[in-house]
């Protein structure tokens, strides 16, 4: 067992829950942030019985970045890893027309993330230690007509999370990037989502936990995702504009 302690933002989530579960049975202290946290009550009992980890729950909303520094200090303790699970797909088509839904995705995705872990990457700068994730995605890697207002915010993440790493190199802090694909949670329920590519969240668990006893810095969850956005990003744009992606 560790004494260190995983903190999760986002912790409501079908993906941050199966991280909450790999982690517990590690023998991790647990603390699961997010609004309302009321509402993982179940999940502070459930995780607290099952492995026999302390669990806390704390208030956190990612949209109110001015809150973000006060988060920080009220923790009972800094933990050693930050994993943000935070994202919202948001609607395409809605985003289009409507700014304030627009803004909204723009928002859950690269603003309130980034600025949530800034904070964490100054936190654990100073102490010399620690490990700060963050889950983007493969959308990110160019954009297409079906999310790109998705995909624009997850690029900018993805492009953030690589700025921190190269600034906090050197000084005890390591930065991984998540790039799931497509994952079977509530968020995609509906989606025909090929079995090929698609991951559930225990897969993209188990990859955050083997990242970050690996240092690794990019990984992709489902690894033939690497070589499918790979080809993409090479297809000449004259072409790539004409196809529905």
Not at 1 to 30: E, F, K, Q
Not at 65 to 79: G, K, N, Q, R, Y
Not at 187 to 215: F, K, S
Request: proline share 5%.
């Amino acid at each position: 067992m560790t004494a260190s302690g995983v903190l999760i933002l986002g912790a409501n989530s079908d993906i941050a829950r199966a991280v909450a579960h790999v982690y517990g049975a590690a023998g991790y202290p647990l603390m699961l942030a997010g609004r309302a946290p009321e509402r993982f009550a179940p999940d502070m009992s459930d995780l607290h019985l099952r492995y026999g980890v302390p669990v806390t729950v704390h208030g956190f909303d990612v949209l109110e970045t001015d809150s973000h520094a006060a988060f920080v200090a009220s923790l009972p303790v800094l933990p050693e890893i930050v994993i943000c699970a935070v994202g919202l797909l948001g609607i395409q088509a809605q985003a289009e027309t409507d700014a304030d839904h627009m803004s909204l995705v723009l928002r859950s995705n690269l603003e309130g993330p980034a600025s949530a872990l800034s904070q964490f990457a100054a936190a654990f700068e100073d102490r010399g230690s620690g490990v700060l994730v963050g889950i983007s995605s493969v959308a990110g890697e160019r954009g297409r007509a079906s999310n790109y207002t998705y995909g624009a915010a997850k690029a900018g993440f993805t492009a953030f999370l690589s700025g921190l790493r190269n600034r906090l190199a050197g000084k005890g802090v390591h930065v991984v990037t998540v790039l799931p694909g497509y994952v079977a949670t509530r968020m995609t329920e509906g989606m025909a989502l090929p079995a090929l590519l698609t991951a559930q969240p225990e897969d993209v668990a188990r990859a955050i936990r083997l990242a970050v006893d690996t240092q690794r810095n990019i990984v992709h969850v489902r690894p033939i995702w690497a070589v499918i956005m790979g080809v993409i990003r090479l297809i000449p744009e004259p072409l790539f504009k004409r196809m529905k992606l």
